[in-house]
Structures are given as C-alpha cells and as structure tokens.
C-alpha cells in the first residue's frame, strides 16, 4: 500500500510554490471594474487563466467557460467525479500583520487571503489528483476538477458550469472542513411588514437592528417621544443592569434616542449571539405605544425575543440527522411612515417545510396586522452516510489522521457540495486548528495542508479505481 503521507511530503515545495503564485493574485471580485470579457472584474479572471496555465502544463486537458469557471480533466469513462474549489477570495479588511497577498511561513503557517479558503485546500487537492496521474494510476472513471471564480457571493461561475456541462456522477468540496459535511440545512427568509402607526402615550418614531439577514444583530437604536422622559431614562439604566447588554440614552428635540448593544454572531447559530434589537423591544414592550408601533414593539418581544428554536410560534423541529431549526431575526427596522420591515431567517432540517412554517408565524402575525411573505432559499441537502462517496472519504481522512471517531456531520449552510445530488463537503480544515478563513491574518498550517494532500490522494485514488 501507498504510504499517503510519504507521497504528499514528496510535492510540498513545488505545492508551496505554485499555491504561492496563486495567493499572489488578489482575485476579489470586483462589479466596479466588470466588463463584457471580465463579469466578475479581472481579477478572479486571471487567477483562473493562471490555475489553468499551470494544469495545462501539468498534462490536463482544461476548458475555460466565458472567465467565470474552468476545469481541469483526467481519466476516461462513463462515470464524472467532480472536486469543486474556487480561487477568488474575500477581501482582505483590516488589521493584517502581513501583507494579505504577499504568502509568508511563520512558525509553520502559512498566511495569506486564501490560505485556508479555499487556494490551499484546492491547491492540495489538485496536487493529490496530478500525484496520481503523474504515477499512472489507472482511472476507471473521468475526473474533473472544477474551479468557480466568485464562491464568496453569487456562485455565478459554478451555476454557469452546471447550465452548460453534464452533471457529475459525484462529487465533493475542499473548501469547508474535515470529516465530510454530508448534509446542509435548508435556508430561507420570511419577510414580513408592519403597518405604520403610532396614536400612543409614547410614539416610536424610529427603530434600527440589523445590517444582514444571516448576522444577529449587534445594535439597536430606537427614537422615541414619551411624557416623562427622566422616568424612562432611569428605568432604561436599570434594565441595562439587569440584562446581558450595555446602552445609553440620548436626548432627542423631542424625545430620546435608545442605543442597546449586543452580540454579533453568524445566523445559522443565533442562540451564540445577543440580538440587540429583541433586547430594546423587550424594554420598550412596557409604554403606552399603540397601532403598528405597538404591533412591531410586541411582536419583537414576546415572540422573537430569545426564541431562535422557534418555541413560542409553537414550530419548533428538529430531525435526528439534519438537527434543529433555528431562526435569526436579522433585520428589525421601523419608521415612522413606511411602519417596520423584519427579516426572519430560518436554517432549516428534512422534514419540515417554508410553508409550514410561514403558516405557524401567520398564526401570530395576524391578530398585530402584519403580513408575511416567504423569500428565495434553499432547500435541504442530505447525503445518505452509506453512498460510496461519504464512505471513501470517511476512510480516507480516519486512516490518514487517525481520528477513530469521526463522523460525517450537518452544517448550517452553504458549501458546493449541495449543487450535486450526491455531493458533500471533505475538507481542509482540521478539527483542531481555529479557523481563520474571511479575517484579518488568515492561515493554514503547512503540516495540515500537506496532510490533508495526502488525505485526498488516498481518497480520490480509492474513488478512481473502486
Ligand atoms: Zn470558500
């Protein structure tokens, strides 16, 4: 038998090189520069013509579609296994020790925007599969690896690539973590609309919590006029005492200005944030408001307000595989003429669906006057844990890290693997290394890179000759 780890030391300085040439190249997308040639700016562009350059040179046949996707090809038959990976990355953002395009190993990690997601993970995939092909191995079946040049938005390219080529037989991801992701919850949003209103004691003349559906929200400022403006002051600071939260009041003309601040968490794990709006809400639910201002303030406090299993909708579900539903109250607006806009978002298991649950939150809405409509999604994806491909690469990455008790696990959202029926997520983060990727000094081990190439040598190679 191949010792996996053995071949993947072999490649590590022609591997760090030319990843090295790759995360030189700062392929952010960028619509401010698109052109008829270029649709996602330049810059994703030429990492693809240079990804390609490179796979030509290594004996691939490759095809590049329209700039927004491409591939490389080995292997014949009937069968397709398709790897996806994609070269553009986020942004780089503040507070880089290092030149975020500019690769440096330091104390064994490589730093730079795409080290971890996803250059250095596609890059020890795309060395394991030329390993292979370099040593003869026989395929009995094609594979393609396939790169998308704007993963971090739109996947523009790689829903391109499925309109115009044949859909694999299967496939997986290298660009979220090890073991495999077999399944990801379904996605959607519920839209609703507050009527606008405001004949109370105290008036809301604005609310704001929320910059994106999928974040908790961090702040929440509420203006409002009220009749005693120092009784509300002093029983604000001491809620403030009394709640995970700090705050502070403003005078306003005509009023007060109401500032919580919370905690900021990714959407598919509300329960880790602190919504800060649900916690003003919850202060305010207590005065004199009346008509959609009182209907906004009441729903966000009685119902939204740590709710994120969806309990007091009388909706919460969870499946034994996939988990939980969990929602996240993004977005929680008011104004004083349009009324309020609020975004629920909702990552959700097999075995319950958007209508089901709109009809739940319905049974709320409709005594406060507010309506609801249901946004895009995405539907659940599973992959049986028995399919070949879970198994193969299951194996593969117990028998190269040793990790006698991994299992193929659900996220909460959105790899590749979910655009082919049986297609999953399978590395390269490991379990015990932070995660760095979208931040400021993202890194990748060099070891955990090299490891994880040896791993999808032993994975593609036990795939292409089963
Ligand atoms: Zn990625």
């Known amino acids: 038998m191949t010792d996996w780890m053995k071949a993947a030391q072999s490649q590590e300085k022609s591997y760090l090189k030319d990843l090295t040439n790759l995360l030189k190249i700062p392929s952010v997308r960028d619509d401010s520069a698109a052109t008829d040639e270029y649709p996602l700016g330049p810059m994703p562009a030429k990492a693809l013509q240079e990804f390609l350059k490179m796979a030509k040179q290594d004996g691939f046949r490759t095809k590049n579609i329209d700039n927004l996707v491409g591939y490389a090809e080995w292997g014949e038959g009937d069968e397709t296994l398709a790897i996806l990976a994609h070269l553009d990355v986020m942004p780089a953002g503040k507070g880089w020790d290092t030149d975020p395009f500019d690769p440096v190993i330091k104390d064994g990690n490589l730093y730079a925007r795409g080290a971890s997601d996803d250059k250095g993970p596609g890059m020890a995939c795309y060395y394991a599969l030329k390993y292979l092909k370099d040593q003869g191995v026989k395929f009995n079946k094609k594979v393609r690896f396939i790169v998308g040049t704007d993963e971090e938005s739109n996947w523009t390219g790689m829903h391109r690539y499925f309109e115009v080529e044949p859909a694999p037989t299967m496939g997986f991801s290298p660009d979220a973590e090890f073991p495999v992701i077999n399944g990801e919850k379904g996605q959607f949003s519920l839209l609703l609309d507050v009527p606008a209103g405001n004949s109370g004691k105290t008036q809301l003349k604005s609310f704001q919590s929320g910059l994106r559906f999928n974040m908790v929200p961090r702040e929440a400022v509420a203006e409002i006029t009220v009749p005693d403006k120092e009784q509300v002051t002093s029983e604000f600071g001491q809620f403030i005492e009394n709640n995970p939260v700090t705050g502070k009041v403003e005078e306003t003309m005509d009023g007060l200005k109401l500032t919580v601040i919370g905690k900021a968490a990714h959407g598919m794990e509300p329960e880790k944030g602190i919504n800060a709006g649900t916690y003003l809400a919850t202060f305010l639910n207590k005065y004199d408001f009346a008509g959609g201002a009182a209907s906004f303030i009441s729903f966000l406090a009685k119902y939204l307000h740590l709710d994120t299993r969806m309990e007091k909708f009388d909706c919460s579900f969870t499946d034994d595989v996939m ?74 990455y117990i028998d190269i890290s040793g990790d006698q008790n991994a299992k193929p696990e659900v996220v909460g959202g959105g790899t590749y693997g979910r655009l082919m029926k049986r297609g999953v997520a399978f590395g390269a983060l490991m379990p015990n290394t932070p995660n760095t990727m979208h931040q400021a000094n993202e890194f990748q081990p060099v070891n955990d890179l090299i490891t994880s190439m040896a791993i999808y040598m032993q994975a593609i190679n036990n795939l292409v000759t089963d």
């Open 323 to 396: 988990g939980e539903l969990t929602m996240n109250a993004g977005i929680l607006n008011y104004d004083e003429e349009n009324g309020g806009k609020i975004n629920m978002n909702f990552r959700y298991p097999k075995g319950i669906t958007p209508d089901e649950i709109q009809a739940k939150v319905e049974k709320v809405t409709k005594a406060l006057a507010i309506t609801v409509n249901q946004g895009d999604g995405q539907l659940p994806h599973y992959v049986d844990p028995d399919d070949p491909i879970v198994k193969t690469l299951m194996e593969a």
